[in-house]
Each structure stands twice: as C-alpha cells, then as structure tokens.
C-alpha cells in the first residue's frame, strides 16, 4: 500500500543544520517531495526530486534519496528562525496522473 | 495574480447545508488537484482534472462530494449536506501541461461545519 512517514517534531537551534527524514513504501515513485507550511499559510514547493536521482542541492537545502532504503531526507544548512514551520515529505506514483501521497508532517522549531 | 487562489477563504457553514468551494489555477495549468487537510487524517488527496474531466475521483470520501471544473480553468468542489467531520482545510493545486511533478498550492479554504 501507499504510506509516507515522517517523525512529527525537530528541534534545532539557530544556525544549525536540520535534517528531516521520511520513509516510503511504494517503490513505483516517480518523484519525491518537499513541501513546507507556515501558520496559518498554503503548502509552498521547497524542492522535489526524481526518483532515478541520489541526491538534489539547492542552496542551503539538500535532498538525499536512498531508493534501496525507500528514504528520503532533507537537510536545511544554516538554519533560520525564518525556517521554523511544518515541513511535509510527499510521493507522486507512477501512472496515477499527479496524485500525492503526503506524510504526517514534521514540526521544525529553531530556537535562537 | 501569479498563484493559485482560493475562495473563500474561511467559511463557517451549519450541518446539514451545501457549501461550494472556488479554485482558480494559475493561468494556462492545465492539471488541477483538490486535497483536505484535517487534524485526524492529515493531507489526503481527493479529486484531480486533467482539463474539463476527471480521470481519478477516488479520494471523494462520499457522494456528498462532488467537483467540476469548466473551461479548462475555474474548479468548484461542492459538499452536499455538510457534516462535522467535513471540517477541514480544502486545498487546491495547478500544474502545467505534462508537468505533473510541479503542484503549486492555493491558500485554501477553511471549513468550519457548527
């Protein structure tokens, strides 16, 4: 079946790095997904990655895929009170027209 | 405006009446998403289009849900004598031709059902 996990909180002071991980079980992804929410705000697209790549950068943010493991993380360098919010890791599987599967979320509090 | 909108924005609506729930993608997407997010179940998907039809409805939780989408543009997702538990965040999401792997969201809509 179709299951995406992340763990529900991180807690990271200002400056460090944050990683956020997330499991799968559907090896027919086609790409993966991270996406992050404010308060009180809509899901903005951070970074996706597809899925016959190992790793994406993208300024301060890395994405490592471990498709064996069915793993994928997120790594924030640097990070900003300005990154505190909920971050949700995402599939889209193969032939099912655009259809995300998203995961629980995972709360990011940096302290300063 | 360059993003996906949503009307409205909040909605307060009592048990047992019909609510209509307004998507404008951004111009010239052709693929449209609904999603919900609730505090019990999360982000789920719902319906999505492919222009005017609907190639996957499977995440309709029930017949009280309907959606249409009209001209290639505009979406409207309907519920039918809402229930509590309909209450949730209604998301919307575009994305170009062929390029399934972007989805951009809306703000959407906040339904409360009293």
């Known amino acids: 079946g179709e299951d995406v996990e992340q763990s529900l909180f991180l807690s990271v002071r200002e400056g460090d790095s944050s990683v956020i991980n997330c499991t799968y079980t559907?090896?027919?992804?086609?790409?993966l997904y991270w996406y992050k929410q404010e308060p009180g705000a809509g899901l903005q697209l951070l970074t996706y990655?597809?899925?016959?790549?190992d790793m994406k950068q993208d300024q301060r943010l890395t994405v490592l895929l471990n498709k064996k493991d069915k793993h994928l993380s997120l790594r924030i360098a640097d990070t900003q009170t300005g990154d505190s919010a909920i971050y949700f890791c995402a599939e889209m599987l193969y032939n099912q027209g655009g259809k995300l599967i998203f995961g629980q979320g995972t709360e990011l509090s940096v302290k300063p | 405006g360059a993003g996906v909108s949503q009307s409205p924005s909040n909605k307060v609506t009592e048990k047992g009446k019909d609510v209509e729930l307004r998507c404008d993608p951004i111009s010239g997407h052709t693929a449209l998403y609904w999603y919900r997010q609730s505090l019990g179940q999360g982000l789920e998907f719902l319906i999505y289009f492919q222009g005017n039809s609907a190639p996957d409805k499977s995440g309709l939780p029930s017949d009280r849900f309907s959606a249409e989408r009209t001209g290639g543009s505009v979406s409207t997702l309907t519920i039918q004598r809402t229930q509590q538990e309909d209450s949730a965040v209604y998301l919307c999401?575009?994305?170009?031709?062929?390029?399934?792997?972007?989805?951009?969201f809306g703000p959407g809509t906040r339904l409360t059902v009293l």
């Open positions: 999401a575009s994305s170009p031709f062929m390029r399934e792997s972007e989805q951009f």
């Open positions: 559907d090896s027919s992804s086609t790409y």
């Open positions: 990655i597809f899925s016959n790549m």
